[in-house]
């Protein structure tokens, strides 16, 4: 019998794989869901993505593993159009679609020509898996984002390429990440295409633990090795005695679950792996007030900070968690907005933006903000090789599992899952 702690898409893809081996699992979820940032909550018939929206084409092992849990067609296509918003205009893009880029008439022939070299050296070179700790180790040259990309590209093609696909996903500066990330999926992103779950990334964890024996609103408080067992402690006062436990919490919470059994070193290192916080504003309008509207993302450019990082516009042409006739958008802060502005303010700065971008004049909405402090797990240089070695020093009974071991992500969560599981069933990793 093993035990998963956390029910995220890391414990979920973690106890897809310890189950679908023969084994009995138990996972602990301390909410009353399962999802942990990929939760979908329902308000008045629309359905808000608490925490991640979409899923791309290189997410192969959720994919892989969602066909395996008998739920293949769960995701439908999305071919987003954006809008980069330089205060008076909207610059059409396909943020799935790199040449579409090239139309942008903020970049120069000579930014075309470097991107263009850039892109196809990308391609043709070595480049890491964007989801494997070890893989990006190996790329990281402690060089941050920034000054890669505009030693590289160009200073127009950073603020107008680079910064519109990175910034609002990581919710911070590009120069607080290190660079294999990016050098990642600009190997593959003419190949990239993205995916929304019909029914809301919800789904994703709900079809993973179809056959795990799930105990919602139970945290766990401790886990000890006991000689050949681990016993795993919740808030409840019970305890439960089993062969493995995988920890699929964010970092500083496994911190303090595993701290009888690490060194001061490892307990540190999983304290300070870095976040971004991230809170967004979710608007509903059951009658759609902009129904010429083919944008489903605005993305403010332009040189210097962001407090607002992203927009996505939602109907129910386009998602099926919209209601017949509704429209919903969800506006995305940086983490340094989200510790400054109030909540009045993030919902005044959100109405702003929509209205400058969609047109002004339309009936208020209902607002709502989400608030999350450990939202986005950041990569900074050096921090792969130290999650590396953290994960190496594991005790063979126990893993841990979480983007915090490479960086945010759907697709890192599930790889750094089904990896715990492979170690823990004996296999090769
Ligand atoms: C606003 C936002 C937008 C995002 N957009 C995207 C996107 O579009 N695409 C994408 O791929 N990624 C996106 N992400 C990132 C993605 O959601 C995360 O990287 C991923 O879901 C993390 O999964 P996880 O399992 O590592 O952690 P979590 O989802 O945080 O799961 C951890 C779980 O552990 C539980 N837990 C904690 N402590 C205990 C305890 N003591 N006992 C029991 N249970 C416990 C928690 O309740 C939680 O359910 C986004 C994130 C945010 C916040």
Not at 85 to 93: A, E, K, M, R
Not at 177 to 192: C, F
Not at 263 to 287: C, D, F, I
Not at 332 to 343: G, K, M, P, V
Request: proline share 6%.
């Amino acid at each position: 019998m093993f035990a998963v702690v956390g029910g995220g898409a890391a414990g979920s893809a973690a106890a897809f794989v310890l189950s679908r081996a023969g084994h009995d699992v138990v996972l602990f979820e301390a909410s009353d869901d399962l999802g942990g940032r990929t939760q979908t909550v329902q308000r008045d018939g629309f359905g808000v993505e608490l925490g991640a929206i979409y899923m791309l084409n290189s997410y192969t092992r959720c994919i892989e593993l969602l066909a395996d849990s008998g739920t293949p067609d769960l995701l439908t296509p999305w071919s987003p159009l954006a809008g980069l918003w330089d205060g008076s205009n909207l610059h059409p893009i396909r943020y799935d679609y790199v040449p579409s880029f090239f139309k942008l008439p903020m970049l120069s022939f000579r930014d075309k020509a470097r991107l263009a070299l850039r892109a196809v050296l990308a391609i043709a070179g070595p480049a890491p898996d964007p989801f494997e700790t070890d893989s990006l180790a190996d790329f990281d040259r402690g060089e941050d984002m920034e000054t890669w990309a505009r030693t590289r590209l160009g200073d127009n093609a950073f603020e107008y390429f680079v910064r519109p696909l990175i910034e609002p996903s990581f919710g911070t500066d590009c120069r607080d990440l290190s660079v294999p990330y990016l050098q990642g999926i600009m190997k593959r992103a003419h190949l990239a295409k993205f995916f929304l779950p019909r029914d809301g990334m919800g789904s994703v964890c709900a079809a993973l633990t179809r056959n795990v024996d799930v105990r919602l609103g139970v945290e766990v408080v401790a886990v000890d090795l006991d000689g050949a067992e681990v016993v795993v402690s919740t808030a409840q006062g019970e305890t439960s005695r089993v062969d493995g436990v995988i920890v699929a919490t964010d970092a500083a919470r496994a911190a303090g679950l595993l701290e009888s059994g690490l060194g001061a070193t490892e307990v540190q290192a999983l304290r300070s792996a870095p976040y971004a916080s991230m809170a967004h504003v979710n608007l509903r309008w059951v009658k759609n007030p902009w129904p010429a509207n083919e944008f489903e993302m605005l993305l403010p450019i332009g040189a210097g900070p962001r407090p607002l990082l992203g927009t996505i516009v939602k109907t129910s042409a386009t998602s099926q968690l919209v209601p017949a006739g509704g429209c919903m958008t969800n506006s995305y802060f940086s983490s340094a907005a989200t510790r400054e502005l109030t909540d009045d303010e993030l919902i005044e700065t959100a109405l702003r933006h929509v209205g400058e971008t969609l047109g002004k004049g339309f009936p208020d909405p209902v607002a709502e903000v989400f608030g999350i402090e450990r939202a986005l797990a950041i990569c900074p240089p050096g921090h792969y090789r130290a999650m590396q070695e953290l994960r190496n020093k594991m005790p063979a009974r126990i893993g841990i599992a979480g983007d915090y071991l490479a960086h945010l992500g759907v697709e890192t969560a599930v790889v750094s899952g089904e990896r715990a599981a492979r170690r823990l069933l004996g296999e090769s990793v």
